[in-house]
């Protein structure tokens, strides 16, 4: 059945960040509007979810009868139970405790993981999940880490401008019906070559690290799925910003992941109670400052992890002048940081080929130099039998 005609919301103008998204998924009637407006802000439900997502990737699956919910029976009304078991079946949604909780709200941590099963990117997820080093050491994060990243590298999540970015939402933070919005309409007009691109981050393998090293990259990873907060520097909003003013929401702009992750307590900025290490000496808090004052230019082939990385994204400017945009080395053309156009922390190939390869200017190492030990030599081989031995 083809589209209905695309309506207009007064409480949707063409000026909301939201606009094109509820125009599309509305005039595919996968999320219904009210009689009054669109209710932009309102939250959005666990049936509205498992609605949306039926109608948008599996119209034609049909209900598998040993799904049922304690609050939801098979006839009473028919098509809610359709598409919560259906939602279920795919693994969109969980059942709680036995019922299906159809007015429950829906957070980001969900719908992230909701999506990636739908566009059929579990295995990529299960693949950064165990994201390791050479030498074989798993790299602790949250269990819906992989989710993050995927959705995140895919432009799933909207980037609130500044002027709203109390509106940002954090991982277990409800997500409202224009968000859920946005995300259906981000998911369905994907491209092929997105699709296909995101399947090299299931196979990441980092370089053996230092102990500290490690700490550093552990702790960066504890933050993916964190929002994009210009200015931003601190896990959670504060009543007086610790340098640049009062956050409205826990998040980090570029140089403010950076500064949370290698920055040593000063006055009082301090949060070596939460990452484990004391960090060191980061006086400067933007992109530029932090590249133009390396005592030492760190160039590509000599980047080490916990390095920070200075790209100038935008072409003005030179040298150090001219950066932009921070991030941290992981290592073998890796990069962990903070994005606005990925929405939030994330993880990025910087690797020769790649968009940033070309942006890069130069790094700074704050970390000590490490040297990974040498491989062990292999196995002697057993000797030869001597043909003068007896048997």
């Not at 702009?253 to 040593?264: I, N, P, V």
Request: glycine share 10%.
């Amino acid at each position: 059945m083809p589209p209905a005609s695309a309506t207009t919301f007064a409480d949707v103008p063409t000026s909301h960040w939201a606009y094109s998204a509820v125009q599309y998924v509305t005039s595919r009637s996968w999320i219904t509007p009210y009689s009054n407006g669109f209710r932009p802000d309102q939250l959005s439900t666990r049936f509205e979810l498992a609605r949306a997502f039926t109608a948008a990737f599996a119209p034609s699956e049909p209900v598998d009868p040993s799904i049922t919910f304690t609050d939801l029976p098979a006839t009473s009304p028919g098509y809610a139970y359709k598409v919560a078991n259906i939602a279920v079946k795919k693994g969109w949604l969980s059942p709680i405790n036995g019922a299906f909780v159809a007015t429950g709200t829906v957070s980001k941590a969900v719908l992230d993981r909701a999506l990636v099963l739908a566009l059929g990117l579990n295995g990529v997820a299960a693949g950064l999940n165990k994201i390791s080093s050479s030498d074989g050491y798993r790299f602790a994060h949250t269990s819906w880490f992989g989710y993050y990243i995927i959705t995140n590298e895919l432009h799933l999540n909207f980037n609130y401008p500044s002027a709203l970015e109390k509106q940002e939402v954090l991982a277990g933070s409800p997500v409202s019906r224009a968000f859920l919005a946005y995300a259906l309409w981000q998911a369905k007009t994907l491209s092929q070559w997105e699709l296909s691109s995101i399947q090299s981050y299931s196979k990441i393998v980092l370089p053996q690290m230092s102990d500290i090293e490690k700490q550093v990259v552990n702790f960066a990873f504890k933050y993916a799925g964190y929002p994009y907060v210009y200015a931003g520097e601190w896990y959670k909003p504060t009543g007086s910003g610790y340098c640049c003013g009062t956050q409205l929401q826990g998040g980090f702009d570029c140089s403010g992941f950076a500064w949370w992750l290698l920055k040593s307590p000063a006055g009082t900025w301090n949060n070596t109670s939460i990452r484990g290490y004391y960090g060191w000496s980061l006086l400067e808090r933007g992109a530029a400052a932090m590249t133009g004052d390396a005592p030492v230019r760190i160039y590509y082939s000599k980047l080490q992890p916990g390095d920070l990385l200075g790209f100038n994204t935008d072409g003005q400017g030179t040298g150090w002048q001219g950066v932009d945009h921070a991030g941290i080395y992981l290592g073998n053309g890796w990069m962990v940081h903070s994005s606005g156009s990925r929405g939030g922390v994330s993880v990025d190939f910087i690797g020769s080929g790649s968009w940033w390869y070309s942006r890069f200017v130069w790094g700074r190492r704050l970390l000590p130099t490490y040297t990974p030990p040498p491989p062990p030599p292999p196995p002697s081989p057993s000797p030869s039998p001597s043909a003068s031995a007896t048997p």
